[in-house]
């Protein structure tokens, strides 16, 4: 081709191509015309509702449900006031807070308050110097401050101006919580938690007077049955900086909410959610605009518990009921009766039925954040609210522990179940201890074989017997049942209690063991100690042909997709987070003749005359066995009683304790009442001998 043409061409592709580029200018001049100038009003307002801020779906948490299907723990919606932060000054930002303080007061709502420092009068509420001295330095706070001079620098610091005290405090409360924790356009704060449907309904018809708010849903922990089972179910409570920093890379945040005490808090792991993640649009001024889920959350798995609800209430009722009336004096002499546990246990798998202890809590207290005077007044010495005294107390038995001597000497070969003992009323060995009819009524049970010993609480024979067997043998067989040592329950801060042994008098006074404590253990006293759980379990052995079993509140986790968690997994799992190491028992053999003389005793106490809880089963529709207790603590005198029934095929035992309850025979009605609730019995058949007898007021 001659070069002209090539030229020519290429001119032409050069024109073409500069033609195209201008084409595509002027289209794109006329495009950001169109946008800009055209359109430009309404794309602005567009991108401005369209800032999008991803936040957490908090998941429900799973449900605690009682044997039967109950719920005793269950979730609700509730609706949680959220701040985000947003492109306004600080006085802006104090008038907002406080009117939205103003809105929720005005429901009944309340808001974090974590501010340490009250006023009329000022003051810290730290209980230390030290606390007091760390607030102050990691505030920047002029070292030394007052509470008031405290006050007057945050004031400052966070621009508040106005002159109202009262409403200083409330703006300069979330001001505090967001300086302690801090906030994002991304990430809120939550103002509030399970706010009213009033608040709702002004937050969202007021929404562009409030910015930065944003209202969000979440399930909120509802403690359905008030305040039942409440040391077993615990309760949930805001998560603090030190459980934070341990649980932050399992995606906990500073809002989230954490088992405290009891179920709630063993089996956090199961029952708390997976987090799912929600889109808010919201205007550049902080004004939300629409939210949608970008990620569904996963509830969590629901735990099943051995507690039957109806006998649980029964339980706690019929406890607090006995209480008052040995207080008032309805029962016999008045005692100054104050605190008690129940325990009700299926004697042939160690399943709880009823675990209660009193006084008891409100958990859904907590959830909100517990008031300084609740707190103050669940924490008094005389109350201990969170104490579960069925699994974290141990007190001497008494007489109860009378049946675990009567097994020890029988099984050691020292006597047989005819013979008999001749109670002299005064014993005439070691430190002559007197058997306890002798001090009362300066007489003696005369000839007692190991059924009349038991009936009639016969102190002198199971001195007899102590004397002849020793402590070692007492030991080896109370140790079979339990005594001394944890059950594994799924609960903290179980006792192991104390079985009274020479090594543990030893250690106590450095001194050798002597015959005279060999008598104190023998009757359940001494170094004896023990938890109502504990004796809940002797009981159930007693009756079981002497099985060991295993007490647990746990019957099933279910998963949210509707399988259960393996037996075997929640054993591990709990004996790992309570520390549990199952303590080796000797292998000891427990002949049925024997129980059955005892179980006998145990039936003539409630059946026959002359028993020392006759007058509280007589003529009761159910065949029971049981027996009765009573111990000095200090100034006190705790009672108890334990039974099981049905006497001839045993389905529970029921174990009951209360401090500075007197007698033994007084607690016994609870034991009675929970028995009927049991078995459906028609109250309306029952009657009651209340007549005073010299053996049926004993109680030892």
């Known amino acids: 081709m001659p070069k002209k043409d090539e030229k020519q061409i290429t001119k032409f592709r050069y024109n073409l191509v500069t033609i195209l580029i201008y084409i595509c200018g002027i289209v794109l001049l006329c495009q950001l015309f169109f946008l800009q100038i055209v359109n430009g009003e309404e794309y602005r307002e567009t991108s401005n509702t369209r800032l999008s801020r991803e936040t957490t779906l908090k998941a429900a948490r799973g449900n ?63 209980s230390t110097e030290e606390d007091i001295q760390e607030f102050l330095e990691e505030n920047e706070l002029k070292e030394g401050s007052t509470a008031e001079e405290a006050f007057n620098q945050l004031k400052e610091e966070y621009e508040i101006e106005t002159e109202n005290l009262a409403e200083a405090r409330k703006i300069m409360t979330i001001r505090y919580e967001i300086s302690e924790n801090g906030y994002s356009v991304t990430k809120p704060i939550t103002v509030a938690t399970d706010i009213s449907r009033a608040s709702v309904n002004e937050f969202s018809e007021r929404n562009a007077s409030f910015a930065g708010i944003n209202i969000s849903t979440e399930a909120v922990r509802d403690y359905v049955r008030g305040s039942l089972a409440s040391h077993v179910v615990g309760y949930i409570g805001k998560i603090d900086e030190d459980d934070l920093k341990e649980r932050e890379d399992q995606g906990y945040d500073m809002n989230d909410y954490i088992g405290r005490l009891g179920i709630e808090y063993m089996f956090e792991e199961y029952l708390r959610g997976k987090d799912g993640v ?115 107390g141990s007190y001497a038995p008494g007489s109860i522990f009378k049946m675990a001597t009567a097994i020890a000497a029988l099984e050691s070969g020292v006597i047989d179940t005819e013979e008999r003992v001749l109670d002299r009323g005064i014993y005439p060995e070691g430190n002559r201890p007197h058997c306890w009819i002798y001090d009362d009524y300066g007489t003696t049970h005369g000839w007692v ?37 944890k059950t594994g329950i799924e609960l903290m801060g179980e006792t192991s209690g104390t079985l009274a042994s020479k090594e543990v008098h030893k250690e106590v006074t450095g001194e050798e063991w002597y015959l005279g404590q060999t008598f104190n253990a023998a009757i359940g006293q001494g170094y004896n100690d023990f938890s109502p759980l504990q004796m809940a379990k002797y009981i159930s052995m007693l009756t079981n042909g002497g099985k060991q079993i295993k007490p647990t509140l746990i019957k099933t986790i279910i998963n949210p997709d509707g399988t259960e968690v393996p037996r075997e997994e929640i054993e591990s799992f709990a004996n790992q987070k309570t520390g549990y190491v199952e303590e080796s028992t000797e292998d000891v053999q427990i002949h049925q003749e024997y129980l059955d003389a005892i179980l006998e005793g145990m039936r003539s106490v409630t059946e026959e005359t002359g028993g020392t809880a006759y007058s509280r089963f007589r003529d009761f529709e159910i065949p029971v066995g049981g027996k009765t ?36 025979n007084y607690t016994a009605e609870v034991v009675r009442e929970i028995i009927r609730e049991y078995f459906g019995i028609n109250a309306g058949n029952v009657t009651e001998d209340t007549t005073s007898k010299p053996y049926t007021e004993e109680v030892r």
Request: proline share 2%.
């Open 449 to 485: 074989n190991v059924e009349d010993a038991i009936k009639h609480s016969c102190n002198y024979y199971f001195y007899e017997v102590g004397k002849r067997m020793g402590i070692d043998n007492l030991d080896k067989y109370a140790s079979y049942f339990g005594l001394g040592k």
């Open 278 to 392: 929600k889109q808010v649009d919201m205007t550049v001024d902080g004004t939300s605009s629409g939210e949608y889920i970008s990620q569904e959350a996963i509830a969590g798995s629901d735990v099943v518990l051995t507690i039957d609800a109806n006998l649980q209430e029964a339980a706690e009722q019929q406890l607090e009921e006995n209480i008052m009336k040995i207080r008032n004096g309805e029962l016999g002499s008045a005692y100054y009766a104050k605190s008690g546990a129940v325990v009700v246990m299926n004697v042939q798998t160690g399943e709880i039925l009823a675990l209660a202890s009193y006084p008891d809590y409100e958990p859904q207290l907590f959830i909100k954040g517990i008031s300084t005077e609740k707190w103050n007044e669940y924490n008094q010495e005389e109350v201990k609210a969170l104490f579960n005294r069925a699994v974290q």
């Open 629 to 664: 207790g009573s111990t000095e603590a200090g100034d006190n005198i705790n009672a108890w009683f334990a039974g099981f029934a049905p006497y001839d095929n045993p389905e529970i035992a029921v174990v009951v304790m209360v401090e500075n309850g007197g007698h033994g």
């Open 64 to 126: 605690i449900y009682d044997r039967t299907g109950n719920i005793i723990a269950g979730t609700k919606m509730g609706f949680n006031l959220d701040l985000y932060k947003t492109k306004i000054d600080d006085k802006s930002l104090n008038t907002a807070i406080l009117n939205m303080i103003t809105v929720l007061e005005k429901n009944g709502d309340t808001y974090v308050d974590n501010l340490p420092i009250t006023i009329e009068p000022f003051a810290y509420t730290f």
